[in-house]
């Protein structure tokens, strides 16, 4: 994008770099994540109105750890190192880092000891949240501590004067309260930024790049019915009206009526050329016997692009494009130095690997937003809430929530669970408080009392928790109430269930899916 002011995040690694692009976009600012080493000669063409150094898990003082143009720092705008990029700023610019014989990991408490404009209008001490071996041990020529802790004695560091920032802390976490201020104070006090970027703006960007790139020209979508391609689908249809196509793959692990719905929207209300394509019986023969969740994802994923490519045959020589819900996060792992934040938990598909001779241009309109963003760009639009609120829900649907092999009675009793579950908690005031709950089917029986018989039957188990961008999640503390109701409910009215759950684990050590 890089229209007007922006802010540049070099990322170096951090499994929270994500989180300061967040934090940026959060005070209608624009910023991207870009290359660690992206040249101060690019930098200087794109003209960011400030530059953030991420975080990481290197080592600054190793030959082979990622570093910077050096010449960055000579361009005259505002840098701010954080952690890994305070310590990488630190040893370019003359001061020296090394190893911490003592290690400075969660919570800590840090005082400021000099105003700077980085603090303003925060207390003198301050709760931050440390991750971090190594730290400056000695500040280099023009700078000046600003903060310390009882570990850290330069916690903070600045040279006003070249307007470069340093801290050793991560004011984009939760765990630092003031964190938000502190990144307010950098983009609007120490880089002049105005905060302008609005979704109205973005989405009368995109229209108008979409008609400029699609002219007379179609565009097929895979709708899955969930917020991204709903959105996309949405602003596609804004754009470029019935030069847009839908394929919505129904594989028979949905949620109840979820295929219903989808239709009754996209295809009635808002008058989008769709397709539907009832392959569930084809999907539960090839998952017959299948308990492994890798497995069930390949089936799942591969038996989904035949379908789609068999649907997507009917408008070859018509279509020239294929549009995807690919938000940013997915594109992230690209620019960091280690191939990515994380680790791969799970594997995901998209419409992916289509055959040769269904090969078409990609348009990604949503490639630069965040989940909430992509929430907020679909209000704009004017979708209803039970879409642009919906839950995350998984690729292979109920598939990885069945903890076993699939059959249509497994199907059956989860989708109904399910159901319960998501009708007594969207009777809470506060519903939307709560970023996912969903009922996951165990692979045991067990014996309980119905009436004067004795019965052998499923177990349910309920899961819900809070985040703010599901890369960290707590349990979320329902109301015995509304657990009450939940239980009593599947319990007397699901055929086949006997024992509900409630699952109390939190993200990470747990994943918030069970697979």
């Known amino acids: 994008m890089k229209q007007g002011e922006w802010i540049a995040i070099l990322d170096y690694g951090s499994q929270v770099t994500q989180l300061i692009a967040r934090r940026i976009r959060e005070h209608k600012?624009?910023?991207?994540?870009?290359?660690?080493?992206?040249?101060?000669?690019?930098?200087?063409?794109?003209?960011?109105?400030?530059?953030?150094?991420?975080?990481?898990?290197?080592?600054?003082?190793?030959?082979?750890?990622?570093?910077?143009?050096?010449?960055?720092?000579?361009?005259?705008i505002p840098i701010l190192g954080i952690c890994y990029g305070m310590q990488l700023a630190a040893q370019f610019l003359g001061g020296s880092v090394l190893?911490?014989?003592?290690?400075?990991?969660?919570?800590?408490?840090?005082?400021?000891?000099?105003?700077?404009?980085?603090?303003?209008?925060?207390?003198?001490?301050?709760?931050?949240?440390?991750?971090?071996?190594?730290?400056v041990t000695a500040m280099p020529e023009g700078f000046e501590a600003v903060a310390q802790s009882d570990n850290c004695p330069f916690a903070a560091m600045q040279n006003p004067v070249s307007k470069i920032y340093g801290v050793q802390f991560h004011p984009e976490v939760v765990h630092t309260p003031q964190g938000k201020e502190m990144l307010w104070?950098?983009?609007?006090?120490?880089?002049?930024?105005?905060?302008?970027?609005?979704?109205?703006?973005?989405?009368?960007?995109?229209?108008?790049?979409?008609?400029?790139?699609?002219?007379?020209?179609?565009?097929?979508?895979?709708?899955?019915?969930?917020?991204?391609?709903?959105?996309?689908?949405?602003?596609?249809?804004?754009?470029?009206?019935?030069?847009?196509?839908?394929?919505?793959?129904?594989?028979?692990?949905?949620?109840?009526?979820?295929?219903?719905?989808?239709?009754?929207l996209f295809g009635n209300a808002f008058g989008i050329d769709l397709t539907v394509a009832r392959s569930g019986e084809l999907f539960l023969r090839k998952l017959a016997g299948v308990s492994d969740p890798?497995?069930?994802?390949?089936?799942?994923?591969?038996?989904?692009?035949?379908?789609?490519?068999?649907?997507?045959?009917?408008?070859?020589?018509?279509?020239?494009?294929?549009?995807?819900?690919?938000?940013?996060?997915?594109?992230?792992?690209?620019?960091?130095?280690?191939?990515?934040?994380?680790?791969?938990?799970?594997?995901?598909?998209?419409?992916?690997?289509?055959?040769?001779?269904?090969?078409f241009d990609l348009i990604e309109p949503l490639r630069e937003l965040f989940k909430d963003e992509v929430r907020e760009v679909g209000r704009e639009l004017?979708?209803?809430?039970?879409?642009?609120?919906?839950?995350?829900?998984?690729?292979?649907?109920?598939?990885?929530?069945?903890?076993?092999?699939?059959?249509?009675?497994?199907?059956?009793?989860?989708?109904?669970?399910?159901?319960?579950?998501?009708?007594?908690?969207?009777?809470?005031?506060?519903?939307?408080?709560?970023?996912?709950?969903?009922?996951?089917l165990l692979p045991i029986q067990t014996v309980g009392v119905m009436g004067d018989d004795r019965t052998y039957e499923n177990v349910v188990a309920v899961r819900a928790v809070e985040s703010r961008d599901g890369m960290t999640a707590d349990w979320y503390k329902l109301p015995y109430d509304v657990m009450d109701s939940i239980s009593n409910r599947i319990i007397n009215e699901v055929r086949g269930v006997n024992r509900v759950c409630y699952d109390i684990s939190s993200k990470p050590p747990s994943t918030i899916e069970w697979e």
């Open 99 to 135: 190893g911490s014989e003592k290690r400075e990991y969660g919570k800590a408490m840090m005082q400021i000891i000099k105003p700077s404009p980085l603090f303003q209008g925060l207390e003198p001490d301050l709760q931050v949240w440390m991750s971090h071996g190594d730290k």
């Open 29 to 76: 600012v624009y910023c991207e994540i870009i290359r660690f080493d992206t040249s101060a000669e690019t930098l200087k063409e794109q003209a960011p109105k400030g530059i953030i150094l991420s975080g990481g898990p290197c080592s600054v003082p190793d030959e082979d750890s990622p570093k910077c143009d050096p010449e960055i720092f000579n361009l005259g």
């Open 294 to 359: 890798e497995e069930k994802r390949k089936i799942i994923g591969s038996t989904f692009i035949d379908v789609f490519a068999e649907k997507a045959r009917g408008f070859s020589g018509k279509v020239k494009f294929l549009a995807q819900g690919t938000l940013y996060p997915d594109v992230i792992e690209s620019v960091s130095p280690i191939g990515g934040p994380s680790a791969t938990i799970k594997s995901h598909h998209n419409v992916g690997g289509l055959p040769a001779d269904l090969q």
């Open 185 to 264: 104070n950098f983009a609007f006090k120490i880089c002049g930024c105005s905060g302008t970027w609005e979704m109205s703006k973005f989405i009368e960007e995109n229209i108008k790049a979409i008609r400029e790139k699609v002219g007379e020209d179609h565009v097929l979508l895979g709708l899955s019915g969930g917020v991204d391609s709903s959105v996309v689908a949405a602003l596609l249809h804004k754009a470029i009206g019935d030069k847009l196509h839908c394929v919505y793959v129904d594989n028979g692990l949905m949620r109840y009526r979820e295929t219903e719905d989808v239709e009754e």
């Open 382 to 440: 004017g979708l209803p809430s039970y879409v642009v609120d919906r839950q995350p829900f998984p690729g292979p649907g109920l598939a990885v929530r069945i903890i076993s092999d699939i059959t249509p009675e497994r199907i059956e009793v989860l989708q109904q669970a399910d159901l319960r579950v998501r009708e007594e908690i969207m009777k809470m005031p506060n519903h939307l408080d709560v970023w996912q709950y969903f009922a996951v």
